[in-house]
């Protein structure tokens, strides 16, 4: 390719401004086939410039005065030629070591002032080529809408600076090494001399490193000696500090807010001065000098240690990582993502009581998603016909223990098992609980550990380590009420630990009656965001509406028995809490359905979320769960579809906040927007009994619309609910500057 590296800057001189076109050559001296493109080609494509410089290396001097005194040369003949349109003058500018313009050698049309004009304009030169490399060169990769970019030890944010992409062209590695030059220069301030070795962040920079070095080498000044990677911050966390690299020269490729040039300040000891970032949001940095900053996106987004909540991470591995995506895909919740368990379980629970959210039975530890009355569930209606079943079929003769949970109910459980083996013939010979359950007394014989409700089964899992020591022989049979798990494949790992024996072992086996995967720790966010919230509002007021009063005071109550009957705000047409007003599509309607607690449809909702994200019976092509690199979003249409309060409710508490981010989509935002306005529009009648949920999934980023639709949309909801909640305004008015 004869292709030099051209860029237009906009010099001023004596008030006038002139329009420079620059043509870079690299390391070497221009030659006649690269004059010839450049002026009958790439020229071509400026409009009028005052002035045409070809920039090379001072060392090149000599050779092209060489040419001027030879009247047949080549070079000369092409630099001669002036076609239509040409500018008045070209010229020739040499650079330094330091990568300054020392030499200016006017080839046509001198024009008085041009060569004060290069020579003092050198470094604006340097960046305005720099600056039209970075825009050709796409550095800044957006993530696909829903993602997040994370590096290791690294914040994530929804952009990623890929400086290796400034490389792409031998010319361009070129250019930044002529950029990079006055490093050299700065970094010998501190007195400690030239730096004989250079550290890259990346192993990619090398093409820049070696250009650095052939320019240093053909300016007949020592090179550097070492040339080493250190891999960005894992290296830095993981090697410590590094050999020589007081006195090196870091080059870090990219960092959006010099954080890894201050962690190699911190961890070698190094100056500020032997430091520099090649791009970066931050104009300028205690910590290192930046080459190039570039402007920050105005939708730029970057997470807070721990923020990740239930956005994706793409995280980089490796330095030539490309992002691929599909486009984002809106899922519509039907039927088919009901799990096949789900209507005879929701019977036997439904109006039974069974379930709490919220709720804070562990002192110190977060709330559980769901919490299990225990006494409620031994009680509910087929449960003790399958307790009795499972007796049956998985008891054996040579039963010997039973081992239960702490709680009454266990307990209960325990000497109906004991009961129901003797009308069998069988003598258990102990029962002990879990709390007092010995490992250092040893027996023979087979064992029944039974617990009522288990989440991630630390408690069974203790229990089956201390059998390994007390149990000599025989079998275990495991009997858990309800296992509210994380996740299918959380609950299938805790089955598979407690039913693996040891070799030359009897069966071991594992029966729940329920097994529903709700324990989302995301889902919990949802609710204690919303305390904070609320909590806040004592800021700017100290008496407030009934609604948010009432809000409150469930929460307080919250502290020992959970939420109860109320995980969800009240109706605003009824005043008590949502139910079903006529049947449920994801049961045959064979029995009345009303009696359905909120809670019992919020716990459904959240399994048949959990089904359509995880269970492998859900085609493909209708999980819920994003893929690698794309964002699966709930459809606008599943809060049209179901058009029941408490069952819109459901789906805002049980959906994670990836799955309501429409930010990046307008069309969907909008979509969004109109059914929310619908909604809260209806306030005080039965279509607009869910109205306080939406607007309290917008207040916490539950739900997350394009910058326009949530500004007109918050706009709109204040002005519609404020006679009803005063407290709107302090809710959705971002001007309020709620502590949350």
């Not at 006017?106 to 024009?111: G, L, T």
């Not at 979320?609 to 019976?617: E, I, P, V």
């Not at 209806?682 to 939406?694: C, D, T």
């Amino acid at each position: 390719m004869f292709d030099l590296m051209d860029f237009e800057v906009e010099l001023r001189h004596a008030s006038k401004p002139v329009h420079v076109v620059v043509f870079f050559t690299g390391p070497d001296l221009l030659t006649d086939t690269q004059a010839a493109h450049a002026l009958q080609n790439q020229l071509s494509g400026y409009v009028m410039p005052d002035l045409v410089i070809f920039l090379m290396p001072g060392y090149t001097l000599d050779e092209f005065r060489a040419h001027q005194a030879n009247a047949t040369s080549p070079l000369m003949a092409e630099l001669g030629r002036q076609g239509p349109g040409s500018p008045r003058t070209y010229a020739c500018a040499f650079y330094d070591v330091n990568g300054a313009i020392t030499d200016y050698v006017n080839i046509s049309r001198s024009e008085e002032g041009f060569e004060e004009l290069i020579k003092r304009n050198s470094r604006a030169i340097a960046k305005t080529g720099l600056t039209r490399l970075v825009e050709r060169s796409n550095v800044l990769k957006k993530a696909p809408a829903g993602f997040f970019y994370s590096k290791p030890s690294s914040r994530a944010s929804n952009y990623f600076i890929r400086a290796e992409d400034l490389l792409s062209e031998t010319l361009h590695a070129h250019y930044l090494a002529f950029a990079c030059l006055p490093l050299i220069q700065k970094a010998t301030v501190d007195g400690m001399g030239v730096p004989d070795t250079l550290y890259l962040d990346t192993i990619a920079l090398l093409p820049l490193a070696l250009s650095m070095q052939v320019y240093l080498t053909r300016f007949g000044q020592q090179g550097f000696v070492n040339i080493r990677s250190f891999h960005s911050h894992e290296g830095l966390i993981k090697d410590g500090p590094l050999p020589k690299a007081v006195s090196a020269l870091c080059l870090i490729s990219a960092s959006t807010q010099c954080g890894l040039a201050q962690q190699w300040l911190k961890i070698n000891s190094a100056l500020p001065s032997r430091v520099a970032t090649i791009l970066s949001f931050e104009r300028s940095s205690e910590s290192c000098s930046v080459l190039h900053t570039l402007k920050q996106p105005d939708d730029f987004e970057m997470l807070g240690e721990g923020e990740a909540g239930g956005i994706r991470l793409i995280r980089i591995h490796g330095e030539r990582f490309v992002a691929e995506h599909s486009e984002t895909k809106l899922l519509n919740i039907g039927t088919d993502h009901a799990p096949s368990l789900l209507q005879s379980l929701f019977y036997s629970v439904m109006g039974a009581n069974l379930f709490s959210c919220f709720t804070h039975d562990r002192p110190g530890l977060r709330a559980r998603t769901v919490c299990v009355d225990k006494d409620n569930l031994v009680a509910a209606r087929n449960f003790g016909e399958w307790f009795d079943r499972v007796l049956l079929e998985e008891g054996v003769a040579s039963t010997r223990w039973v081992i239960h949970d702490d709680d009454a109910a266990s307990a209960a459980l325990a000497d109906r098992a004991i009961a129901y083996l003797a009308t069998c013939g069988v003598t258990v010979e102990k029962k002990v609980s879990f709390e007092d359950f010995n490992a250092n007394e040893r027996f023979d014989g087979s064992v029944i550990v039974i617990a009522t409700a288990a989440e991630r089964g630390s408690r069974l899992q203790s229990v089956s380590r201390r059998l390994r020591t007390a149990q000599q022989s025989g079998t275990r049979l495991y009997i858990t009420a309800a296992l509210i798990g994380r996740s299918y494949q959380r609950m299938k790992e805790l089955q598979s630990n407690l039913t693996q024996p040891a070799r030359d072992h009897s069966r071991y086996v594992f029966k729940t009656f329920m097994e529903i995967p709700a324990a989302e720790l995301a889902c919990t966010n949802h609710w204690a965001d919303e305390q904070r919230l609320l909590g806040s509002l004592y800021s700017f007021a100290d008496t407030f509406s009934p609604v948010i009063t009432q809000r409150m005071e469930v929460f307080d109550r919250a502290a020992t028995g959970g939420l109860g009957l109320h995980p969800f705000w009240p109706s605003s047409h009824t005043g008590e809490p949502m139910t079903l007003s006529r049947g449920f599509a994801f049961v045959d309607g064979k029995e009345d359905v009303r009696g359905a607690t909120s809670t019992d449809i919020y716990l459904t909702i959240l399994w048949i979320l959990q089904n359509a994200r995880y269970s492998g019976k859900v085609q493909n092509a209708k999980r819920l769960e994003s893929g690698e690199l794309q964002q699966v979003l709930l459809s606008p249409e599943v809060f049209s579809r179901f058009d029941d309060g408490v069952i819109q409710a459901a789906f805002l508490r049980a959906a994670v906040p990836a799955e309501l981010d429409y930010r990046a989509h307008e069309t969907h935002s909008l979509s969004m927007s109109d059914i929310i306005q619908r909604v809260v529009a209806g306030y005080g009648h039965e279509r607009g009994e869910a109205a306080m949920e939406f607007v309290m999934a917008l207040a916490i980023g539950k739900i997350r619309l394009h910058k326009d639709a949530d500004n007109q949309l918050r706009a709109d909801l204040i002005k519609i609910l404020s006679p009803h909640v005063p407290e709107t305004r302090y809710l959705l008015d971002p001007e309020y500057e709620a502590p949350l």
